[in-house]
């Protein structure tokens, strides 16, 4: 559904170009302003945090939508990334994760934290690097396959403040590093 009081469940049918709606017992709470990431190995869609309402109801939990068995199930360990939204996220498909960076928590509280969510533990790791992106909301983030980073872009430390700067975290090793936009 869309907006912040639907709780229902869809999925996209390729073929027939069609939604259909499950049924499910059980899930996360109705959201905006998630990341949802496809975890191809596992068959199943992974969704975090986001919140429930404009600027109100922040989230930090993680969901696993099984696409053959068609039901939720909460996936997360006692480390997780605070509760967020208005975050940049992307699939890392060489290491079967998903990444989450920055954010904003409420009130004055803009996050300049990363982490990584591994598909096969279904355990969350902050990525602790020598450098690191300001405060960020409203960036977004890529991979890049040929160079195996990531390029964040945009944002600023608070809504509405652009820094103008690019970020590139560095696939293999974790490591941060700016990039000159001039």
Do not use: C
Not at 97 to 113: A, I, M
Not at 117 to 131: A, C, H, L, V
């Amino acid at each position: 559904g869309v907006g912040p009081d639907r709780k229902d469940t869809w999925i996209f049918d390729g073929l027939s170009s069609t939604w259909k709606e499950v049924p499910v017992k059980q899930g996360p709470s109705a959201r905006i302003y998630h990341a949802a990431v496809l975890d191809r190995e596992g068959d199943r869609i992974i969704i975090f945090g986001g919140n429930t309402g404009p600027d109100s109801g922040f989230l930090n939990d993680t969901w696993a939508f099984d696409l053959k068995k068609l039901h939720w199930t909460r996936v997360e360990g006692k480390a997780k990334p605070s509760a967020r939204t208005w975050f940049a996220s992307v699939l890392d498909p060489v290491r079967g994760r998903l990444l989450v960076v920055g954010g904003w928590s409420g009130g004055g509280n803009y996050l300049e934290d990363a982490w990584a969510f591994d598909f096969k533990t279904n355990r969350w790791s902050e990525i602790k690097s020598q450098q690191t992106p300001p405060p960020l909301t409203g960036h977004t983030m890529t991979y890049d396959q040929r160079g195996d980073r990531f390029i964040v872009v945009g944002g600023g430390p608070e809504r509405n403040t652009p820094t103008g700067e690019t970020w590139v975290l560095d696939g293999k090793t974790d490591q941060w590093s700016q990039v000159n936009s001039q």
